[in-house]
């Protein structure tokens, strides 16, 4: 600001005839914009060097040549979703494939695959069992996914299916006969059934409740199932159903049959997850996550329908799921009614992350590792499940798949927090900045508007502002006209202008878009009485805008 | 009701007293308007002035009229002529085009060329996707099939595109090679992107062909329950040469085609050869088909032609030279020719309709802001009957048509030293976006626009608008202020339009003594230069009313005078520049831009020619000693002082917006006298760019003596005259205090002089001067 008003303008026009003119009026003393420039030798932050090393290949592919671009056979999606880039550091192209899962699921089910042969002598029993455990749970929290993850439903019905399904099965099987092929098929309807009876409350009930509902359905399986004399009430559960494991095998054959059956009913239930989720019930299910239906439904998803969809596949799968179990084991016990195993099975879904295939896949083989491979451990194993359980949800915001996101977002919240510590408010640009600015035009521009700001912050005084009043749009001096300069040249986007409301009766101060088609704002409820008045209303605004700047 | 708002629009700007005349209308809110023929006296509405002021006048066409709203396509592409399915593609093919991507990342889906029906998923089509890259598609009945380029397509870069499909085995293959040099493209040598990318791959599906698609470039065809078909998916940029084989072509044919070799002559569908049919005197919307079955493509409001094209190497700088190198299309997916409305109305104009300045003026509501439309139309009498003609600048109108530079453009305020100010009017017809742009705005892509059109609702021509960068009215607002200062002075008088002078040159001005020009006739078409140039000389006298006229060529096509063509360039004003090599206008061959570089500056013609150009206060002239010369002392008589034109509604003078000044150099005649001269402009002023050489500090109103308006008066040959203001602001200076002020006394000399036959006031004062004083 200007200490003193000794300091006259004088009007050049004033000497043509008319007497418009003002002849002179108060001004600012005269000081160079040059002093902003001369005085700014170094930027009031440290600069690290910025830059990052390439230390891995990328594929350059090639442009000139054919490039066959094959498909997941049935489908029209491509294999892996290799995209060209270019990039922008060289302008040299850059393949990238934005979708590396398949490869890493098709490494780990390789791995999968050949375990048992890798498997330590000592340790092949406990681990094919082991094995064979975590491909029926992972197979049943991957359909249990299907509900929780896609459809968004909070259901802890998935073991009451299984169980339903599997005593039933059980039962035909060892009280008329019914041959081990059989089990799974029909263990499939009676999961259908079931799941018709629990789906029409999940379009009626909100999650907490649903849970509530389900978790009493599954003690009321295990109370019926325990106390019923059918289904062997005394000796802890249904066994010597018929099982696909020839008995003259020998055991370690045995053993292998039963991992490599289980292993395919993972890849089955994989598969299923894949259809259902990639298809159109999937994509309409995820619009209508928990809490929003109302405005998925008001943009015409019907997702009552798709929910009882995905719940009768639920049911259905683990309905299978229970007939398999059933010839897998040669029956089945009440323990999988128990609260225990619909915590350790929630521990395994909550561990590897909601919502995604992989993440049932992992968090399943963690805990059944756990809880069947170091059974040295005693009962602490299940400590350590609800240890890891309890840390994933305290600090992990989807469970272990989800930590890359996790850490991307903390990573710019570190560095929006770096840079408003360092970089000014309308100020050059740092080096970090500047290498997400493909137009360098705009940096300059950046340093200059700075330079300009600063400069002009020390032209604003009472003597200016009241000059602008009484001269609106006659000959300025030069601080004002320097000021009126910088304000006319900014770029369009919430630059401000007079809204005519009443022809020389009613204006209002808007700001325009700078975006085709978006029509300005109203930035005031203010009503000026001329566009006189409203004109230097935008003037007092826009120094307004710069001194705080 | 929600919004009611009403958008009209004429079949002709220029009608004569007994003509029929279509009115064309949409309205939102409301299906029944009241209709009033009016005839306008003054627009303005300034306090200081005589306000806005009309005459109802009966006729067969006042009362309610039935209205609907109307759709209007917005965005130019070909459509082609195939009345035999030639294009039903069924086996194997080949689409292949040069293409000069404008936005491609526009995010929106764009259509290169293809047979397409976006509303059913049927047909085939290769275009850009919302990702920015090149891709082929094919649908059945809503199954639809895609194949996408791996590299982007970058911006304003030259490729040649196609895609083979291979009917049996389903396989499809892009083509997408550069084929940018040094002159055509964006970016050169130096920085060599990826541009090609050559994927194939089996599709599922092959296409099905509805019969009643059609085959389009630029564009796909889609339907929506409100607007029936349209033509949507519109590309922007350019499309050279492009066409249709019935076999999938191999790698080597494509190269052989981006190499500029001979095309293929087997299985040719189509082959459009988008040079063809140029002529020195423009070329036409017809894209001629050299295939087989001559399919021929006709361009919808008007593709931009005579652009360079992918083969352009820079040695000729008009498609006259060398058409071959010109065969580049710009297509815009905002351009706007013709709203092609249905008549709301039909009216015969009685033979007895006095001339002048009509305007169909709906109401509906309480008739204010968009309630209320005046669709302005000029009407001529069935035969010239008066001594006096106004000529409306109308060329001048078309150019600034809609133009929504304040909204847009971060220098307006700059240039003219003021905040803007909007109405109601300008904000709704920012944020419909479908009645066209001006041609001082740029297009979406930022590619400056050539066309403008009457056949489009134009609310900156219409009597009470104020131009919101200057908050002055300019145009027919500021033109009704000197017809206005006519009709309170009744002077007999007909009107035309620049139209009139463009259509009849000569003939349309002869029957006149006096003809009058409106405040800012700056574009003008070469007949409408002659037409003037030719009434002075053969002895009609002119009174030049404003300034920054004759400046700026324009083009019209015969057969279709509604539209306007503008091509800017590097040596004049403007709000963007034509690209190098597409300064010649399409219309008529004409090099685009000012006139001053052909060798016809305004000052050859009327004696003074623009000098600056500002805004915000106006200022008044002084007598100059010439105005004591007894050959044009008469100019001045009943002047009290000096002083002439220190009010007005024009920023508070009579010189003010655009100036024009006395030059020898630019061929003022010899013999002109300056009457009067302004001078003590603000800064905000500054020099005509086109008299400046370097840019440095001073060029500015109190530091430049050119920024000036200068009145002139010079004879010319068999009694002919002519008298220039010298500004804009001159005719909004003639309705202050009732009509009664300075500046009409000057204007009302001149024009009583001007219309007696015979020798001119202070002939006789020509001998040489023998001063004792």
Known sequence: MSETNEVKWRNPLAVWPGGKEIEELPTNAWHSHQDVWRARRESKTKLYPVGRLRYWYKFAGHGGRLWSRMRYWPTRRRVLDVRGEYNRKTLQREKTVADRRPIYWLLCLAALAIAPLLAPSNMQYTLLVAGATFGIYAAINLCWNLVIGIGGIFSLATYSIVGTSAFITAYLSIQYGFSWWMLAPIGAVVGLLFGAVIAFPATRLDGFYYALLTLGLNELCRVYFTTSSEFGGSNGGLYGADSYIPDSWSSDHQLLLGYYACFGLMLAALFLHRFVGGRRIGRLLRMAPEKREAFAEATGVDFRRARVWIFLIYAAALGFIGGFYVTNFGGVSFSIFSFDAVLLGLAMLVIGGIGRPEGAVAGTLIVVFLDKVMLGLGPLRLVLVGLIALLVVLYLRNGLFGIKTQFRAWRDKKKSEHRSTRAEKGGEMLPEEATETDDKGIVYARRFDKMTRDHLKTLVSPEIIEEHRVTLNGQHSDALERLLIYFRTREQVEKYGILNVVPFKNYRIVAFSGHKGVPPRLVEDRIYPSYDAACHGVFLRRVQDLLES | ?773
């Open chain 2, 1 to 773: 009701m929600g919004n009611v708002e009403i958008f009209g629009y004429t079949d002709k700007i220029s009608v004569k007293a007994g003509d029929a005349i279509q009115f064309h209308v949409s309205t939102e809110g409301t299906e029944e308007v009241e209709a009033q023929l009016v005839r306008l006296i003054h627009g303005d509405e300034h306090p200081d002035g005589p306000g806005f002021i009309e005459e109802e006048v009966d006729c067969m066409a006042n009362g309610t009229w039935a209205v609907a709203k109307q759709f209007t396509q917005v965005g130019t592409f070909l459509e082609v002529d195939d009345p035999e399915n030639r294009l039903a593609l069924e086996g194997s093919f080949t689409l292949w085009a040069f293409i000069r991507p404008g936005w491609p990342d526009s995010g929106k889906r764009q259509t290169i060329l293809g047979r397409w029906d976006a509303a059913t998923g049927d047909g085939y089509g290769l275009g850009i996707n919302e990702d920015g890259r090149l891709e082929f598609w094919l649908g059945w009945d809503g199954e639809i099939d895609r194949l996408v380029a791996d590299e982007k397509l970058h911006l304003q870069m030259w490729y040649l595109v196609a895609v083979s499909f291979d009917a049996v085995t389903k396989r499809a293959t892009l083509y997408q090679e550069g084929v940018g040099n040094s002159y055509n493209s964006l970016l050169g040598e130096v920085a060599a992107l990826p541009y090609a990318s050559h994927p194939s791959g089996e599709l599922r599906l092959s296409q099905q062909n509805l019969t009643q698609t059609p085959f389009l470039i630029a564009g796909a065809r889609d339907r929506s329950e409100e607007h029936g078909d349209f033509v949507g998916a519109l590309y922007w940029g350019k499309i050279d040469r492009c066409g249709v084989y019935g076999r999938a072509l191999g790698r080597e044919e494509l190269d052989a085609i981006g190499a500029g070799e001979a095309l293929p002559k087997d299985d040719v569908v189509a082959a459009w050869d988008t040079s063809l049919g140029y002529t020195d005197r423009g070329i036409g919307d017809l894209v001629v088909d050299t295939g087989p079955y001559g399919l021929d493509a006709k361009g919808y409001n008007r593709p931009v032609r005579g652009k360079t094209g992918w083969n352009w190497t820079g040695f000729t700088d008009c498609f006259r030279l060398a058409p071959e190198e010109f065969g580049g299309i710009e297509f815009h997916a905002d351009q706007l020719v013709d709203c092609k409305w249905p008549a709301a109305m039909s009216l015969k104009l009685p033979k007895s309709l006095r001339s002048g300045v009509y305007a169909m003026r709906l109401r509906a509501g309480e008739g204010a802001g968009l309630r209320e439309e005046h669709i302005v139309f000029f009407v001529r009498p069935a035969k010239p009957s008066a001594r006096i003609a106004f000529v409306f600048p109308t060329a001048t109108y078309l150019a600034f048509a809609n133009e929504q530079m304040s909204f847009d453009d971060p220098q307006r305020q700059s240039v003219m030293g003021r905040f803007p100010i909007v109405s109601e009017i300008d904000i709704e017809l920012y944020r419909r976006g479908e009645f066209g742009l001006s041609t001082y705005d740029k297009h979406a892509d930022g590619v400056g626009v050539v066309y403008s059109s009457y056949r489009r609702p134009i609310p900156n021509m219409s009597p009470k608008y104020r131009t919101p960068s200057l908050d002055v009215p300019s145009g027919l607002a500021a033109d009704l202020s000197i017809t206005a200062w006519l009709e309170h002075h009744g002077y007999a008088y007909d009107i035309l339009t620049d139209e009139d002078l463009h259509r009849e040159g000569l003939d349309a001005l002869a029957p006149y003594a006096c003809v009058l020009s409106g405040t800012r006739p700056e574009y003008c078409s070469e007949r409408m230069l002659d037409a003037v140039e030719d009434y002075i000389a053969e002895g009609g006298r002119y009174i030049y009313m404003g300034a920054n006229g004759f400046v700026h060529s324009c083009g019209f096509r015969d057969d279709e005078p509604w539209a306007l063509e503008i091509r800017r360039r590097d040596d004049g004003y403007k709000t963007w520049a034509s690209a190098h090599g597409e300064q010649y206008m399409a219309t008529d061959g004409m090099r685009g831009g000012p006139w001053m570089p052909l060798g016809r500056p305004p000052q050859k013609l009327v004696g003074i020619g623009l000098s600056g150009q500002g805004a915000g206060s106006s200022e008044f002239y002084r007598r100059m000693p010439d105005s004591y010369h007894r050959m044009s002392s008469w100019i001045t008589k009943g002047v009290e002082g000096e002083i002439i034109g220190d009010t007005g509604l024009a920023d508070g003078g009579a010189a003010g917006l655009a100036l024009d000044h006395y030059e020898h150099t630019l061929g003022t005649p010899p013999h002109t006298k300056i009457i009067a001269s302004s001078g003590g402009h603000t800064d905000v002023y500054a020099v005509n760019q086109q008299i400046v050489l370097y840019a440095y500090l001073g060029l500015y109103g109190s530091h430049d003596s050119r920024v000036r308006a200068d009145m002139t008066y010079f004879t010319a040959p068999n009694h002919g005259a002519v008298f220039a203001c010298g500004s804009i602001a001159f005719g909004q200076a003639l309705p202050v205090d009732n009509f009664e002020n300075n500046a009409g006394k000057v204007l009302a000399n001149v024009l009583d002089a001007f219309v007696e036959p015979g020798r001119l006031p202070g002939w006789a004062w020509i001998s040489e001067e023998k001063q004792w004083r």
